[in-house]
């Protein structure tokens, strides 16, 4: 779990509630062993912790174990890297970052500290080649590219190889209703079964919504679809990240509230519902 005011990165093993520090020292500061404003972080096939080092403009890598980072990538004239919202891996141990000041997700393959921009670039619009304050991504194993486009309130989804998108959840105005989100921050897919779900977090609609491949039919509102925010186990207060473990469970960070959340998803024939688990 990224502790971004607290410039940690925690780990909680199943079944309890008290946290093992894996990175950061507590404060914040851009050595080796510290961090600044953490906004996301990944486990790559070695059991190695990558974390998106916002507020220091550079990714930093945690070989497991240890506490001291190796750093991968960071701003330069050659690099751009502005605030970084979400970072995730590949099958191919690749990672990809969320630049949300210069609206694009960026690539890095392994050994290499260049970034090559998947998504986005150049200046925030609502076309399909653009992204305007983009947070979250997720790559599936196909390695198409989903990202969270924040400020035009959709997601939006890229094939390998292509720079032109298009969206599969959101209509570009912001609300409440099947067809929209207030702030798209963080985006999951379920590749399980014949059937594809996207998962979007609606941070200003403070609940999570899914969309199938029928992106024309709408979303349906899964969490928090209490109608307002709040602190019961039915509700959310700033949801920011989602994930699924391999049970199919999934986990919302409720930023505001303070708490991971993890709910089990059930999908009846006639709709869908979910159990709050603490």
Known sequence: VCD?????????????????????????????????????????QYGDIIVADSDN??????????TSGITLAFNSSINPLGQMRDLHIDVNNNIYVTDSDNNQV??????????????????????????????????DPN?????????????????????????????????????QLSRSISVIVDNNGSVKYIY?????NARIMRWTTNYAAGGV?????TGSSGVAVTQLRGPRDLKFDRHGNIY???????????????????????????
């Open 252 to 278: 919302v960070t409720d930023q505001a509230n303070h708490r991971i959340q993890k709910f089990m998803i059930q999908i009846p024939a006639s709709g869908c519902s979910s159990k709050s688990s603490k």
């Open 221 to 225: 509102c899964v969490i928090g679809c």
């Open 106 to 139: 960026v690539k890095f393959i392994p050994f290499s500290s260049i970034g090559v921009i998947v998504a986005g670039g150049g200046p925030p619009g609502p076309g399909t080649d653009q992204l305007s304050g983009p947070f979250g991504n997720f790559i």
């Open 200 to 204: 979007v977090a609606d941070y200003g």
């Open 4 to 44: 971004r005011d607290n410039y940690r990165i925690l780990k909680f093993t199943p079944n309890s509630t008290t946290g093992i520090i894996v990175a950061g020292n507590g404060t914040a500061g851009n050595e080796s062993n510290q961090l600044r404003g953490p906004k996301g972080v990944a486990i790559d």
């Open 143 to 179: 390695g198409t590219l989903y990202v969270a486009d924040d400020q035009n309130f959709r997601v939006m989804k890229y094939f390998p190889g292509s720079l032109n998108g298009t969206i599969v959840a959101g209509n570009g105005t912001a609300g409440s209703n099947a067809y």
């Open 57 to 66: 403009y550079r990714i930093q890598k945690f070989v497991n174990g240890s």
